[in-house]
């Protein structure tokens, strides 16, 4: 927990409590999934291209437990056992994904991490991402900034499109509407220096938080791919929306986050885009 000691003392008593509790349960999590990484895997398909495996229900299991040992009277909602909404949560609430990035995990790419934000309200006011295989730990609270490993992280300095490194996601419907997501991937790749599409929208926010990337879209996302790196984002400095400009929540199924400065250069190339959702 020594990660973390620099990032409360910039929280709030509350916030640091919380956020005590959410990277207890990232790590023991997190722990798990690395023990389990090179383990055959007992994989099911929520949909073609959808997976679920052992590993996610374990994550799973072990933040239940961090989290009712801690006996903070807030709601759930999780990929695999809570993810149905019938409106937005407007108490508290947990927002998590035990293993993002599970078709990753199950093919041996080490690039996943569980995924941990805590909200009140319209307002996300903990975040926790822990890249197990790196031993990477991001987190931070609601006016307290973001962190890396105990060091404070802040956004790129990138200024133009064409000097940007980019990270974008494909939907678990890609193959039945490919176009949605090739011609939007067309028009920013002939306008970005690079593109990467590693498949763990948590961890991406991640990196553009902490300045390895500069900016980040996707399509069909669900709040807990989101809602710690959101919170993560913005405490280092950077922008978010919507694909039109508008103003994001987790519950947007859409996402563009930038370093604040490459935003409406990115957000114009998006826009010109026809139907591009």
């Not at 999780?78 to 947990?94: A, F, K, L």
């Not at 590693?198 to 809602?227: M, Q, S």
């Not at 994001?248 to 250069?265: M, V």
């Amino acid at each position: 927990m020594k990660r973390i000691e620099s990032c409360m003392t910039c929280c709030g008593p509350e916030s640091a409590n919380i956020l005590k509790i959410a990277v207890r349960a990232a790590l023991k999590a997190g722990k798990a999934l690395r023990e389990l990484y090179d383990k055959p895997h007992q994989v099911s398909h929520k949909g073609d291209i959808d997976l679920v495996t052992e590993a996610d229900m374990s994550s799973e299991r072990i933040i239940f437990a961090v989290l009712d040992k801690a006996r903070l009277n807030a709601e759930i909602l999780t990929e695999e056992s809570h993810p149905v909404y019938n409106e937005i949560p407007t108490g508290p609430v947990w927002i998590i994904d035990p293993l993002d990035g599970t078709t990753n995990f199950v093919h041996g790419f080490p690039w996943f991490a569980v995924s941990i934000a805590y909200a009140e309200g319209d307002r996300n006011r903990v975040g926790v991402i822990y890249c197990p295989m790196q031993n990477e730990l991001f987190c931070g609270c609601v006016d307290g900034g973001a962190w890396l490993n105990g060091k404070p992280i802040s956004v790129s300095r990138v200024r133009v499109l064409d000097e940007s490194l980019l990270a974008t996601g494909f939907p678990y419907d890609v193959r039945r509407k490919p176009s949605e997501v090739m011609d939007l991937l067309e028009a920013v790749l002939t306008r970005a220096q690079g593109i990467r599409r590693a498949g763990a929208a948590a961890l991406d926010l991640a990196y553009v938080a902490c300045g390895r990337l500069d900016g980040f879209w996707e399509i069909k996302l669900k709040p807990w791919d989101t809602a710690a790196g959101q919170l993560l984002l913005e405490e280092a400095g950077g922008k978010i929306s919507d694909l039109r400009g508008g103003t994001y929540s987790p519950f947007i199924p859409e996402i563009l986050a930038t370093n604040g400065l490459i935003h409406e250069e990115l957000l114009s190339v998006i826009k010109a885009v026809p139907d591009h959702i």
